[in-house]
């Protein structure tokens, strides 16, 4: 029983993650119609700015996730407005292809100012943690987790009780329209990319103080991504929390089969997507039009 | 000053082409303030053409549009919008995943410089909105809810919630029976009480007689004839583009 427990809560600290990892990317999947494959070189971004911050000034890396949020808003809108505006409208072989070519570049400018050592961020209280009976609770883990809910939330606040979320909502369902009742579609589409980014700094700050970074860790983050909101369902945020913490309790789980270790982490998480998609393509929040 | 007596729009040799084809050739009227026109004209005219030249959606290849005497010609939508130009499409292009009063309402947030407001104070205007189109007591439905007539109702109110000087109408009217069509016709009428200039396209001829003080005739992308609807509806060039050459004979006799 106790190891059930600890799987448990184990599978949500980890799904924590896995939200804040996916809630930018089915954002930016669902209004713009890109997969974007740079998304995993923005989460270690974040998480670099994270380390700077703790290692050069001494700030709490916690404290640190609201300037990676608004770094990487500004260098997500400046991507979006510059760059990947320009291929809107084309199919999406076109979007792989840039978002790929930014990935790219991401990760070698990286490389260039930190190089490839690993970095982690180690605050005084990283080795604590909450004891309840023989079940360590690392206090890191909660409050990430507690962190991605409410990145979750306050994104879905944003997305539906806002000026800028309901032309987000509105571009999303026809641009056209949009346009024609005086949305600026460039501006609409740069700010939806740039709080894409922002969540996927966010993203970035917490995983630094999980596990050690480096320029190159970036592409398993687009992979959980996409696995996170096609679990969930694409277009709301509250379906990608339910995707995280679903993604996070079937890999603790199947980390705890015996024989089965972290080695196979990937091939569960593929199959499980691979099972979503043919039994319950809409994901399992997600509602078919 | 000049401005006050130059018309609200102003076309000006207005041409665009699409490959070798001018779907709108060199097309000049004017619309006054406060004024409620009407274009008609066969399938393929150029009717639609023109409205996307006026909203934006569409680059002129020659002429000018001006809006209460400064050009607007080649502007985005979104900006066109700003000034106060509202647009219905004849496909009605509602947001999908909203209810009738969040439609509206992104209206209200987004439109003309009079619409212009917080969140509160969009959905009260999109309430009054509603009210006038006739979608007041479906305002928390979702739009699939909605019958086509509705839809088109809902078109309208989108448009008019962007407080704009000026609405482009498209077709409103395509696809309606005649008792929808009447009530149609009373929401256009409504809508233009409450100050706004109404430009409509339509097929239907009943709608330009009914609610129209001007029509505006276009074949093959030229104005054919432009005057009060009685007079150029008994026009026999227009009867012959839109009946044939024997049937306007047959009508003389």
Redesign the interface.
């Given at each position: 029983m106790d190891a059930f427990v600890q799987l448990v809560i184990l599978g949500l600290l980890a799904g924590g993650v896995y939200v804040a990892v996916g809630v930018g990317f089915g954002l930016v999947w669902g209004v713009l119609n890109i997969v974007n494959l740079a998304h995993g070189a923005l989460v270690v971004v974040g998480g670099y700015i994270t380390w700077q911050l703790f290692t050069g000034f001494g700030l709490d890396p916690f404290l640190t996730l609201p300037l990676d949020a608004a770094a990487l808003f500004i260098l997500g809108y400046a991507l979006q407005r510059g760059v990947i505006n320009r291929i809107i409208r084309a199919p999406l072989l076109f979007t792989f292809l840039l978002t790929f070519g930014v990935n790219l570049v991401i990760v070698n400018i990286l490389l260039l100012i930190f190089g490839s050592d690993f970095r982690s961020v180690t605050p005084a209280y990283s080795g604590q943690g909450l004891e309840l009976g023989s079940v360590v609770i690392p206090y890191v883990r909660l409050a990430s987790l507690g962190a991605a809910i409410l990145l979750a939330a306050g994104l879905a606040f944003l997305l539906n009780r806002t000026r800028i979320g309901l032309a987000i909502h509105a571009i999303s369902a026809d641009r056209d329209a949009a346009q024609l009742v005086g949305i600026d579609l460039r501006h609409a589409y740069a700010v939806t990319y740039g709080l894409g980014a922002a969540c996927a700094g966010i993203a970035g700050g917490l995983i630094a103080m999980i596990q050690a970074i480096t320029p190159t860790a970036g592409e398993p983050y687009t992979l959980q991504a996409f696995v996170v909101v096609i679990l969930g369902g694409l277009g709301r945020v509250s379906a990608t929390v339910v995707g995280g913490l679903a993604f996070g309790l079937v890999e603790a789980f199947g980390q705890s089969i015996p024989g089965s270790g972290s080695v196979f982490a990937n091939a569960i998480a593929f199959g499980l997507m691979v099972l979503v998609l043919v039994t319950r393509p809409q994901g399992l929040m997600g509602r078919l039009h | 000053m000049s401005a006050a007596v130059s018309p609200q729009l102003e076309l000006r040799g207005v041409t665009k082409r699409f490959g070798g084809v001018a779907a709108v050739d060199g097309v000049s009227f004017e619309v006054a303030k406060g004024d409620i026109v009407g274009i008609i004209g066969p399938n393929g005219a150029g009717k639609t053409t023109l409205l996307n030249c006026i909203?934006g959606?569409q680059r002129l290849d020659r002429g000018d549009i001006r809006l209460n005497g400064s050009s607007i010609a080649g502007i985005?939508?979104?900006?066109v919008?700003?000034l106060g130009i509202?647009?219905t499409?004849q496909i009605v292009?509602?947001?999908?995943?909203?209810t009738v009063r969040?439609n509206a309402?992104?209206?209200a947030?987004?439109?003309?410089a009079q619409?212009r407001r917080?969140?509160a104070g969009a959905f009260a205007l999109a309430d009054e909105v509603l009210e006038l189109v006739g979608l007041r007591a479906k305002a928390d439905h979702p739009v699939s809810a909605l019958t086509i007539p509705d839809r088109k109702r809902l078109e309208v109110a989108?448009?008019v919630?962007?407080r704009p000087q000026l609405l482009l109408l498209d077709e409103v009217m395509a696809g309606l029976n005649n008792v929808e069509v009447d009530d149609a016709l009373d929401m256009v009428r409504a809508v233009h009480a409450t100050g706004v200039t109404v430009l409509l396209i339509e097929h239907v001829m009943r709608v330009i007689v009914g609610v129209c003080r001007r029509a505006i005739v276009l074949d093959f992308g030229h104005v054919l004839a432009q005057g009060e609807p009685e007079v150029v509806l008994r026009d026999e060039r227009v009867i012959q583009a839109y009946l044939g050459e024997r049937y306007a004979k047959r009508l003389k006799s």
């Open positions: - | 909203s959606t985005s939508p979104h900006r919008a700003k509202g647009r499409f292009k509602p947001f999908g995943s909203m969040e309402a992104i209206g947030l987004f439109g003309s619409a917080g969140v989108r448009a919630a962007t």
